[in-house]
């Protein structure tokens, strides 16, 4: 791969847009790092709530940032989410998780933590971010960006058939909502919306399988 090496992947879109399966599969394939940015919102979420932290509260939310503590860590070939060394992936993964998440990203504080982390986490390259700002905000310098987006109702349908696969009890329409009800929050916050960065390679997976658009995420690769 040569100088292929360390280039710098950055992957945004909606929630159910496959950017994860993907960003964890292109790493896989590339050999390199993977980092889900929405685990991080979600476990800050996770902390806030524990720690009974009001999210309006700037100084409250400060003073939690500032003592946050998220790390990634590989077991048994899965990336797991620790938060003051604790494994929460699971627990992150709770529908209303999603929610606070979604609440406590349009926060500033909070926004500065995660993003001085990530690029930290991902300056010497070699790594698939996956997110909402990555080649917006976090590495406007990305050596590749894309975009991945499918329907909204192509959308709901994975991520209920995600949810119900782990035993949880889901109505399809409930799902939509919520995705629709996230969806809209993060693409209209003041700070660091979703968007399409101008120079991202779009691609709609709503007909296609992942296999599909791994191969065409490559190809784009490839041209590098
Ligand atoms: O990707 P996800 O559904 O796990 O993300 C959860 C929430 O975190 C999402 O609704 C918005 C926020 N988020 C963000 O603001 N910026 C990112 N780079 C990633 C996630």
Known sequence: MGQMDRLIIAIDGPSGSGK???????????????????????????GARKAGIDIDDNQALAKFCSELDICFMVEEGAVKTLLKGEDVSEEIREPEMGMLASAISARPPVREKMVELQRRMGERGGVVLEGRDIGTVVFPRADLKFYLDASLAERAQRRGKELSEKGKKVELKEV????????????????????????????????KGIQEVLEEMLGYLIQK
Do not use: N, W
């Open 176 to 207: 939509m909502e919520e995705i629709k009800e996230r969806d809209h929050k993060d693409r209209s916050r003041d700070l660091a919306p979703l968007k399409k960065a101008d120079e991202a390679i779009v691609i709609d997976s709503t007909d």
């Open 20 to 46: 994860s399966t993907l960003a964890r599969l292109l790493s896989e394939r590339l050999g390199y790092l993977y980092l889900d940015t929405g685990a991080m919102y979600r476990a800050a979420a996770l």
